[in-house]
């Protein structure tokens, strides 16, 4: 047996030559498009596909298909049913011998890339001296699953913390730094007083134009560099940075502060680039601001859309700053393949920036990028989710009240954990997970509802659940140990002879199987919620199983078999959480 865990990739090989065999080598290739199937282990779907290329009935396709499949351990039992669909029943000793490798594997079946590649996130975000909201916490969480999975398959991550840390609103920011006072100031924004900070900011702006003016003055010194200006602002700068770490610390977030790059790094690259693309005539003045205009954008009168990428005032940017990124990202950093796990408000503005980047020669194949986009955060009554008096959520806010939800359910539901600390912790974990899970089980593109009390519980799709079957097999381990002495667990997997508990273990096995599938679906699709859903079905499974098959009172030999698939289970659960940026804590 060589690495072959996955059914898919065990069944290719025999595809292929089937589909040489029976309609020659130019259909050798095709994909058998294999799908999970309540009538069998899977179904190949491509007799459809090919009866109208072979102007054949789609059944006598699927039968022509079954009849030159090459003799082989994998499959026991191939029917045709329908309209040419192929029913497949895996073997059993195929399926045994499939997860007695995943089991002795540390990686469970999911090699690394064969061609790794070096692929830069940009996640997170957060806006210096503002209060990270719902919105980053997509971001932040999304993104730093796909860091962890690219990273566990083998790729070289860079993490790219986008901050928002230059621009006009830090001449406002800075004259109410100075009204506050430097120490009143740092202590507000050292306890993550943000949205106060910039609220009282923005008042005295809007309201007395006396700081309206001295805040403009401000701006100029700062774009011009003026050291004591600079000197102000990386307060700010630093505060935020302390507050942001703080916040990723409390959501077992991996970016740290080298993984900060903020708009103001490129600052010294924009005036620069902007001469540059004009000189080359790439970027031409449109009513005094310096533009690019990719191809394939229009306004609604069909024009064409510019990317205005110097104003008329000199002033550089959003577009600029992720011009000269995205350049940075290519030519200095060297990815090949360019994440923005950014909102989707903002496709039209990336989209133009990947277009430029495409048209000016640096974002050439093989090198891509990709809009991880997310839709919004919804609140039980399905509108924007808003405080009472219409602000934005604060992320803090809410890991405080998950973690609170949480301690409720641990208190009613945890009967192995009692005291306080461990309670604290375990809350923590469910908590948090909750948030997570819950943003990485739907579908990103959509929007979705934030129901604190159903993300919370351990029933239903959420993380709790998965976590809480994670737990439970390590607590079979602890109630087996002390009763017996010692775990004695079996190399090998096998199946039991009585039918029902085999077909319970066979289920579980056979869902294992899909480990690797699920990890390189997000691999590709960058949809983090296949990796949940195989998680909850594997729970699922695994429930199923304890069901039927006793372990700690199973006969000896059985009960090492059916350790091991716990084992396997549990690695498996806490390997795909931990890709997730989700605990698995040992008692629930
Ligand atoms: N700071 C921005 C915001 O809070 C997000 C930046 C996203 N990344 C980028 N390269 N534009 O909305």
């Known amino acids: ?266 600052n010294s690259l924009l005036a620069p680039l902007c001469d540059e693309l004009e000189k080359q005539g790439k970027a031409t003045i449109n009513q005094d601001a310096l533009c690019l205009f990719p191809p394939g954008f229009v306004n609604r009168d069909k024009e064409p859309l510019p990317l205005m990428i110097r104003k008329k005032d000199g002033g550089f940017g959003y577009a600029t700053t992720d011009l000269a990124a995205i350049r940075h990202r290519i030519e ?84 192995e954990v009692d005291d306080e600390e461990t309670i604290r912790e375990l809350s923590r974990s469910v908590g948090v997970g909750a948030i997570k899970f819950a943003d990485l089980s739907c579908d990103r593109i959509k929007d979705y509802v934030f129901d604190l009390d159903r993300m919370v519980r351990f029933e239903g799709r959420t993380g709790g659940y998965v976590q809480y079957a994670h737990a439970r097999i390590q607590s079979i381990f602890r109630k087996t140990e002390k009763e017996l002495g010692a775990l004695v667990f079996a190399q090998g997997l096998s199946l039991s002879s009585d039918s029902s508990e085999r077909q319970a273990e066979r289920a579980l096995m056979l869902r294992l199987l899909g480990f690797r599938e699920a990890v390189e679906a997000v691999e590709n699709t960058l949809q983090p919620h296949l990796l949940c859903t195989f998680l909850l079905d594997t729970a699922e499974a695994f429930s199923t199983f304890y069901q039927q098959c006793p372990v700690k009172n199973a006969a000896p030999e059985r009960r090492a078999v059916r350790l091991s698939l716990c084992k396997l289970t549990a690695g498996v659960l806490a390997t795909g959480l931990s890709l997730l940026g989700i605990q698995a804590p040992p008692r629930m």
């Open 1 to 266: 047996m060589t690495n072959l865990h996955d059914p898919r990739e065990a069944l290719r090989p025999l595809f292929r030559t089937a589909l040489q065999a029976a309609f020659g080598p130019e259909f050798a290739d095709e994909d058998p498009i294999l799908r999970s199937s309540t009538h069998a282990d899977l179904q190949a779907n491509l007799a459809m596909g090919f009866a109208r290329r072979l102007k054949m009935q789609p059944r006598a396709v699927g039968e022509a298909i079954a009849a030159a499949l090459p003799r082989n351990e994998v499959l026991a039992r191939v029917e045709v049913a329908g309209p040419g669909f192929l029913n497949l029943t895996l073997a059993d000793g195929w399926i045994t011998a499939a997860a007695t490798a995943m089991l002795q594997d540390p990686r469970f079946g999911v090699p690394c890339a064969t061609r790794p590649e070096r692929v830069v996130i940009d996640y997170s975000a957060p806006n210096v001296a503002k209060e990270m909201h719902v919105g980053h916490l997509r971001s932040t969480v999304i993104g730093d699953a796909l860091a962890r999975l690219l990273s566990f398959r083998g790729h070289e991550v860079i993490r790219q913390n986008h901050v928002g840390d230059w621009g006009t609103p830090f001449g406002m920011l800075i004259e109410h730094l100075l009204d506050r006072g430097e120490a009143e100031a740092s202590a507000e924004l050292g306890v993550g007083e943000l949205s106060s900070f910039y609220k009282a900011a923005r008042r005295k702006f809007d309201g007395d134009p006396g700081f309206a003016d001295r805040a403009r003055n401000r701006v100029v010194k700062l774009q011009s560099g003026d050291p004591e200006t600079l000197r102000l602002w990386s307060i700010l700068v630093q505060l935020s940075h302390r507050y942001f770490s703080e916040v990723y610390r409390r959501l077992d977030v991996t970016l740290t502060p080298d993984d900060i790059k903020g708009e103001s790094f490129y």
């Open 332 to 415: 200095d950093l060297k990815a090949t393949r360019l994440l923005y796990v950014v909102g989707a408000p903002q496709e039209q503005h990336l989209a133009m920036v990947f277009a430029a980047a495409r048209e000016l020669g640096w974002l050439v194949p093989p090198i891509r990028a990709e809009h991880v986009k997310f839709g919004s955060v919804l609140g039980t009554d399905k509108r924007m989710f808003k405080t009472r008096q219409g602000d934005a959520v604060r992320l803090v806010d809410l890991i405080d009240e998950a973690v609170e939800a949480a301690q409720r359910e641990v208190r009613e539901n945890c009967k």
